[in-house]
């Protein structure tokens, strides 16, 4: 019905299938172990190690279902590979890879811890046909008017390299630069003793790529390529080095990958495997519809494979069973350490069962459904994971998505803006990068989201997340001319503006004012410098988070008036209710 990511397929859906039963059935258990730290949560430590042991061969498991499963379909021409029923491996009889027409495509991203990483990437797709288009058969005879030398034995050197006089058949006369002869001593010298009856030297001129696959034409007749091979070269340095130090990295790695490049003979291979939806796919796709060809569709990218087919699916099947059974012992002998509580018996398990249960459902209710006194929060967080399972489902990623994407969906952009486009000021607010992104903004809202929306109210909260929000556009907007940014982060740091804002007067208790202003100011504080080390949008940060300190203060009288009325409304109830009590 659809293409869903690879990396769902292999990784993510392992990761949530697995969760559930830790989460449902084993959570409630560990929970019965005398659990006692000093610090950290050994509760949490004990889930996230028994998810990690039961995780691991499940993902082994899937990824050998997947090998294990596939069989070679066997084609005659390469360009019948459209017509056969899709599959993941192929071999072919007949075909012709064309290096000359390679495309590239250049990729950078930050990952790691902290963004600590800046991953280079570049992918080479080139097209495959059943049989030569480019090159032409001539009637290719040398003739030197000047000289002795017989064409038909001498040495024949083109572009430096010995060749053959069949050789001579694929070039195209006008492509020829010079012709030159050396004969007697000066060639023995050079070539050796073939060369004893003299060497004709032949220069042409240097190769130009087609702009356009167009320009591959035989008697007029086009040929679209019937699918592409895929390689890809990657490196990762760190993301603190200076801007000219990674453009000497990447030259070094740019010129290493060529180097590999021209020297791999993509046409020796055993069979090929065809790459499915993945990030890997989008931009060996990019890479070849960047000249705005008219190409086949699909695009089918083909990955050459140089080991025997049966050697496909490698160790993954003991490991499957060798890595549950790794995880199961060692998370065992690690049960050994901590007794279970004294009262822990059958029914104690049944009635933590039970209770365990209500406690997540309550939990995840909290977080998702409004309530009273915490209606606006949950409704933005909804919509925000809505619309990036909506990003999802359209087959555009999971991890990261393409800045390319992100704009078609409403990124913020500078020179769109300019144009008139100002909803991407909003709309921007409800798109994320990617699922980390994601995630630790939706957390932040709900911390801050649970102190403030009861002190404002529906009305006031949500206008002013929405006026935040659109001001740190603004900000990010006026600070990068042409940088594509995206998130709920400037909107969410103003409603931390509004917190500190609120938590610097007199509307808090001073105990709370005290422990919360210390931390929510060094958490604001990280974050801000954090920013600096680049791939942050911090000027959308700065933005949300100076408009929110100003609603913040400006809100307080009404605030402060709304507290001082419910307090006198409590305290009137109280008299009331101590007048009929007497």
Same mark, same amino acid.
């Given at each position: 019905?659809?293409?869903?990511?690879?990396?769902?397929?292999?990784?993510?859906?392992?990761?949530?299938?697995?969760?559930?039963?830790?989460? &449902?059935?084993?959570?409630?258990?560990?929970?019965?172990?005398?659990?006692?730290?000093?610090?950290?949560?050994?509760?949490?430590?004990?889930?996230?190690?028994?998810?990690?042991?039961?995780?691991?061969?499940?993902?082994?498991?899937?990824?050998?279902?997947?090998?294990?499963?596939?069989?070679?379909?066997?084609?005659?021409?390469?360009?019948?590979?459209?017509?056969?029923?899709?599959?993941?491996?192929?071999?072919?009889?007949?075909?012709?890879?064309?290096?000359?027409?390679?495309?590239?495509?250049?990729?950078?991203?930050?990952?790691?811890?902290?963004?600590?990483?800046?991953?280079?990437?570049?992918?080479a797709a080139v097209?495959?046909?059943?049989? $030569?288009?480019?090159?032409?058969?001539?009637?290719?005879?040398?003739?030197?008017?000047?000289?002795?030398? $017989?064409?038909?034995?001498?040495?024949?050197?083109?572009?430096?390299?010995?060749?053959?006089?069949?050789?001579?058949?694929?070039?195209?006369?006008?492509?020829?630069?010079?012709?030159?002869?050396?004969?007697?001593?000066?060639?023995?010298?050079?070539?050796?003793?073939?060369?004893?009856?003299?060497?004709?030297?032949?220069?042409?001129?240097?190769?130009?790529?087609?702009?356009?696959?167009?320009?591959?034409r035989d008697d007029?007749?086009?040929?679209?390529?019937?699918?592409?091979?895929?390689?890809?070269?990657?490196?990762?340095?760190?993301?603190?080095?200076?801007?000219?130090?990674?453009?000497?990295?990447?030259?070094?790695?740019?010129?290493?990958?060529?180097?590999?490049?021209?020297?791999?003979?993509?046409?020796?291979?055993?069979?090929?495997?065809?790459?499915?939806?993945?990030?890997?796919?989008?931009?060996?796709?990019?890479?070849?519809?960047?000249?705005?060809?008219?190409?086949?569709?699909?695009?089918?990218?083909?990955?050459?494979?140089?080991?025997?087919?049966?050697?496909?699916?490698?160790?993954?099947?003991?490991?499957?069973?060798?890595?549950?059974?790794?995880?199961?012992?060692?998370?065992?002998?690690?049960?050994?350490?901590?007794?279970?509580?004294?009262?822990?018996?059958?029914?104690?398990?049944?009635?933590?069962?039970?209770?365990?249960?209500?406690?997540?459902?309550?939990?995840?209710?909290?977080?998702?459904?409004?309530?009273?006194?915490?209606?606006?929060?949950?409704?933005?967080?909804?919509?925000?994971?809505?619309?990036?399972?909506?990003?999802?489902?359209?087959?555009?990623?999971?991890?990261?998505?393409?800045?390319?994407?992100?704009?078609?969906?409403?990124?913020?952009?500078?020179?769109?803006?300019?144009?008139?486009?100002?909803?991407?000021?909003?709309?921007?607010?409800?798109?994320?990068?990617?699922?980390m992104h994601v995630?630790?903004?939706?957390?932040?809202?709900?911390?801050?989201?649970?102190?403030?929306?009861?002190?404002?109210?529906?009305?006031?909260?949500?206008?002013?997340?929405?006026?935040?929000? &659109?001001?740190?556009?603004?900000?990010?907007?006026?600070?990068?001319?042409?940088?594509?940014?995206?998130?709920?982060?400037?909107?969410?740091?103003?409603?931390?503006?509004?917190?500190?804002?609120?938590?610097?007067?007199?509307?808090?208790?001073?105990?709370?004012?005290?422990?919360?202003?210390?931390?929510?100011?060094?958490?604001?504080?990280? $974050?801000?410098?954090?920013?600096?080390?680049?791939?942050?949008?911090?000027?959308?940060?700065?933005?949300?988070?100076?408009?929110?300190?100003?609603?913040?203060?400006?809100?307080?009288?009404?605030?402060?008036?709304?507290?001082?009325?419910?307090?006198?409304?409590?305290?009137?109830?109280?008299?009331?209710?101590?007048?009929?009590?007497?």
């Open positions: 019905m659809f293409s869903v990511d690879e990396d769902i397929i292999n990784f993510f859906a392992p990761m949530a299938l697995t969760f559930i039963p830790i989460l &449902i059935w084993l959570r409630p258990r560990i929970k019965l172990l005398n659990l006692k730290a000093k610090k950290g949560d050994p509760l949490m430590g004990y889930i996230m190690f028994a998810w990690m042991g039961m995780l691991a061969p499940v993902v082994v498991a899937q990824a050998y279902l997947i090998t294990a499963t596939g069989e070679i379909t066997r084609v005659n021409n390469i360009s019948k590979i459209d017509e056969l029923p899709k599959t993941k491996y192929y071999s072919a009889n007949h075909f012709y890879v064309d290096k000359k027409l390679v495309r590239f495509k250049t990729k950078f991203e930050v990952s790691g811890k902290y963004n600590a990483d800046f991953d280079m990437y570049i992918y097209p495959v046909y059943d049989k $030569n288009h480019t090159t032409k058969t001539y009637n290719f005879k040398i003739s030197s008017p000047h000289s002795n030398v $017989n064409s038909n034995n001498a040495l024949i050197v083109l572009n430096g390299r010995i060749v053959t006089g069949g050789d001579l058949s694929n070039i195209n006369p006008k492509s020829i630069k010079s012709i030159s002869v050396l004969k007697g001593n000066a060639a023995v010298a050079i070539y050796g003793d073939a060369a004893k009856t003299g060497a004709i030297l032949i220069t042409t001129k240097s190769y130009q790529v087609p702009d356009t696959l167009a320009s591959i007029n007749v086009h040929y679209a390529p019937s699918a592409w091979i895929g390689v890809r070269y990657e490196k990762t340095i760190r993301n603190k080095l200076s801007p000219e130090k990674k453009q000497a990295a990447y030259e070094e790695f740019a010129t290493e990958s060529q180097r590999d490049f021209n020297s791999k003979p993509l046409d020796k291979f055993i069979y090929l495997d065809r790459i499915g939806t993945s990030k890997d796919l989008k931009n060996y796709i990019a890479a070849v519809t960047a000249k705005g060809d008219s190409l086949n569709d699909p695009v089918i990218v083909l990955s050459p494979v140089n080991e025997p087919f049966e050697a496909r699916n490698g160790q993954k099947l003991p490991w499957i069973f060798g890595s549950f059974a790794i995880g199961a012992v060692i998370f065992m002998i690690t049960l050994l350490f901590k007794p279970l509580k004294d009262d822990a018996s059958e029914a104690g398990i049944e009635k933590s069962d039970a209770d365990e249960k209500s406690s997540t459902l309550k939990d995840f209710k909290s977080f998702f459904l409004p309530r009273k006194g915490f209606y606006v929060t949950p409704i933005i967080i909804d919509l925000n994971l809505l619309v990036f399972i909506a990003m999802v489902c359209s087959g555009l990623g999971f991890i990261s998505f393409n800045g390319m994407d992100l704009l078609k969906w409403g990124a913020n952009y500078r020179p769109l803006v300019n144009k008139g486009e100002y909803w991407r000021l909003l709309t921007n607010t409800f798109l994320h990068g990617g699922l995630l630790l903004n939706m957390y932040g809202l709900f911390f801050v989201g649970i102190f403030l929306e009861p002190l404002m109210g529906r009305s006031k909260y949500a206008t002013a997340y929405i006026c935040t929000g &659109i001001i740190a556009s603004i900000a990010s907007a006026w600070w990068h001319p042409a940088t594509i940014s995206v998130g709920a982060s400037g909107a969410i740091f103003g409603m931390y503006g509004v917190f500190l804002a609120l938590l610097t007067t007199s509307l808090f208790p001073p105990d709370f004012k005290k422990s919360f202003l210390v931390s929510t100011s060094i958490f604001v504080g990280y $974050n801000l410098l954090y920013g600096l080390t680049g791939g942050i949008d911090n000027a959308a940060h700065i933005g949300g988070l100076l408009s929110g300190l100003l609603i913040g203060y400006g809100l307080y009288p009404t605030l402060k008036s709304q507290a001082n009325e419910r307090e006198a409304q409590k305290e009137t109830q109280q008299y009331l209710d101590e007048l009929n009590e007497k």
